[in-house]
């Protein structure tokens, strides 16, 4: 008996495959990596977080504690928390306004200071006369603290504000100087014997292999020079006035209002944080992820 193939079968077969194809995965199965992923990195930090503000509303609950608990922070600078915006007058303020002000000063020194440093890194780097003539110079005036050059600029500036700007500058430029100086002397023999081959002149040099090559270690500089910018401007804002961040911290100081100090602190952290991310993805995406070896 001839042995017959049931097409219709087949063709069924083929259909309940291609449903199960085209079946929708529900959303928890498809990304449940990245679910997990994010948990990991939140839950840690959030539980942490929760175990520090027990603690301290423990120690310092007392009626006698020299420090406010997170509930009285609370109860009396709520309003700084929930309105960082508002506006009542040259002094009275919100903090995000603060925070703006020294933003645009930590703007101003730190793109000179970048400028400057990755120039003067480059030239230090790609020539060994001026490393051995400058680098300890640099190494010695790294170590200069920053408010060590305030009263040094307000005597040449006479004027707060540029005075200000000087020190971010003078605080970031040491950084960016020394990373990108060690960035141009590690650049590969062989990027350099391509450069000679195809005869590119100084400049060319510059923007298409000494720069590339050297950007890990470039932003490695500007990440620390951020940071160091913006505790630098805190600390000058305590002594050159104005409406900055800095200076509403000496004022609270002045008029015994703690809890403003730690609201203050939390915005100084937090806006600290996002100026080291945007510089790290900034160079991450300058690099594609290059690691500075």
Partial sequence: MPV???????????????????????????YRDHIGGFFAA????????????????????????ALPSPSRIWSEANELMLHPFYEA??????LGWRVLTSLRRVAVGFGLASVAGVLL??????????????????????????????????????????????????????????????????IPQDYRNVAAVLRLNQVEFFYKIMIPAAAPYIFSGLRIGVGLSWLAIVAAEMLTGGVGIG???????????????????VYIGVTGFLLDRLVALIGALATRGAPAN
């Fill in 121 to 186: 890194g480059a030239f230090v780097g790609q020539s060994k006369w001026a490393t051995r003539g400058l680098d300890p110079i640099f190494q010695l005036l790294r170590t200069v603290p920053p408010l060590a050059w305030l009263p040094i600029s307000l005597a040449a500036f006479r004027d707060s504000q540029p005075s200000a700007i000087f020190v971010i500058f003078i605080t970031a430029l040491w950084p960016i100087v020394i990373n990108s100086a060690v960035g141009v002397r590690n």
């Fill in 4 to 30: 017959t193939h049931d097409d219709r079968a087949g063709v069924c077969d083929l259909e309940i495959e291609e449903a199960f194809r085209r079946r929708r995965t529900p959303l928890l199965i498809k």
């Fill in 247 to 265: 200076f509403f911290i000496w004022d609270a100081w002045n008029s015994s209002r703690l809890p403003d100090i730690f609201v203050a602190l």
């Fill in 42 to 65: 939140v839950v840690p930090p959030l539980v942490t977080l929760v175990l520090l503000l027990l603690a301290w509303e423990l120690l310092c609950a007392r009626p006698t504690s």
């Fill in 89 to 94: 007058g040259s002094q009275d303020m919100g």
